[in-house]
């Protein structure tokens, strides 16, 4: 893995644009910045990281083991009853056991990983629940690599993965006749990561509609209707479960005959909690990286602290060989867990997390984040990447 300088392309934010990818370079209020061929706010392509074959297989490879693991956690967690552990409250545990007994498909997830310095792949968290930067990873970096580096391969089967399972979720929910997608429409890199999976439900065969997450109401048997009071059968939420499951709908939830993508159990997966379960059912796991419950673990040993629930890195401590690096935050209430210091690769001066993608169950993409602190924030840049075949 090397991060090699590139010569960004001088149309590079029309070539961005013109793919439906608009929001490289907004700041905080979701204005666009000015750009040129040398100013990067989010997305840079003034560099990329360079993989050797045998490094994305062992990637790929890594994901796979990890996904097939975290199935086996959240039979776990189901049987032991440990949804107290993971601050799931009751009542919505309820909603979680019948969601996966009911076997509802999944459609997606990311696992950030970095790599030890042996270049074993190390989980950070699963991104199970509301995973995005999907057009970047999907559509974004692919242009890019087709531009910039013709000759290379890159990592990246997102798009027809997503067309291949939206396929098999409309012959799993044959009864669903439209396609809801939600989102918080005050966010346009939400907006811009659901229409782009619209798209990819659209080339499947879906009817569709955009709503805000605002604008669903429930009426007094607590159906859920969008605002033009057409009844929600089956619903893309790019909105978090513990959001869900503390909403003025919440008691609505366990008994409505609406489905979710992503269904209530991966609730599971996104909570925080289930790397010391993972830990606990599979100690030593190459792919995993030591954690607990318990700070005392810990006691002497550089180590990270994070939230049950958090989001782009806020509320996260690493206790460093050289001191505490913190990132506020509004996170916390519901308890930490703690996990074995391991600081992302630094190239340039840039430390980067590795994103890769989950499809059906099967590894699907690649995507990376830097950024010169030891924490992945929503500051961090995406970068592209390529790799090399027969040596290049």
């Not at 989980?123 to 930067?133: G, H, K, M, R």
């Not at 049950?308 to 209430?333: A, F, I, K, Q």
Request: proline letters at 7%; hydrophobic letters at 40%.
């Amino acid at each position: 893995m090397k991060r090699i300088p590139q010569a960004p392309r001088p149309d590079w934010p029309q070539q961005l644009e013109s793919v439906g990818f608009h929001f490289h370079s907004l700041d905080e209020f979701n204005v666009p910045r000015l750009v040129d061929a040398s100013t990067f706010y989010y997305w840079r392509e003034d560099a990329a990281y360079e993989f050797s074959a045998q490094e994305v297989e062992t990637l790929y490879a890594a994901a796979y083991e990890l996904n097939q693991r975290c199935l086996e956690a959240v039979q776990h967690v189901i049987d032991h009853d440990l949804f107290a552990r993971m601050a799931i409250p009751a009542d919505f545990a309820q909603l979680v056991r019948a969601s996966w007994e009911r076997d509802e498909p999944t459609l997606f997830g990311r696992f950030d990983l970095t790599l030890d310095a042996r270049g074993v792949p190390k989980l950070y968290e699963y991104n199970a629940d509301t995973p995005t930067s999907l057009i970047e990873s999907a559509i974004a970096q692919w242009y890019w690599k087709e531009a910039v580096q013709p000759r290379a391969d890159q990592f990246n089967s997102l798009h027809e993965s997503l067309i291949a399972r939206w396929k098999a979720l409309r012959q799993h929910y044959r009864n669903a006749t439209l396609l809801h997608f939600a989102c918080l429409f005050a966010s346009q890199e939400d907006v811009g990561n659901v229409e782009y999976l619209m798209d990819t439900a659209l080339q499947a065969g879906w009817s569709v509609k955009l709503v805000d997450m605002a604008d669903i109401g429930a009426d007094d048997r607590g159906r859920f209707y969008d605002a033009d009071d057409v009844p929600m059968q089956l619903v893309f939420k790019l909105y978090p479960w513990e959001w869900m499951a503390r909403s003025d709908y919440r008691d609505r939830l366990l008994h409505n005959p609406i489905r979710w993508v992503e269904p209530p159990w991966k609730a599971v997966l996104s909570n925080k909690a289930i790397l010391p379960i993972l830990w606990d059912l599979f100690a030593g796991h190459p792919n995993l990286l030591e954690a607990s419950f318990d700070p005392a673990r810990f006691s002497g040993r550089p180590h990270a602290k994070k939230p049950l629930l958090s989001r782009e890195g806020e509320n996260v401590s690493l206790m460093t060989p050289h001191g505490v690096v913190e990132n506020p935050g509004e996170y916390g209430d519901e308890g930490f867990i703690y996990q074995a210091y391991a600081p992302a690769p630094s190239f340039d001066g840039q430390h980067a997390t590795l994103g890769v993608w989950i499809v059906d169950d099967a590894p699907a993409g690649l995507c990376i984040r830097e950024q010169p602190g030891l924490i992945a924030r929503n500051t961090s840049y995406f970068v592209p990447h390529y790799f090399l075949c027969n040596n290049g």
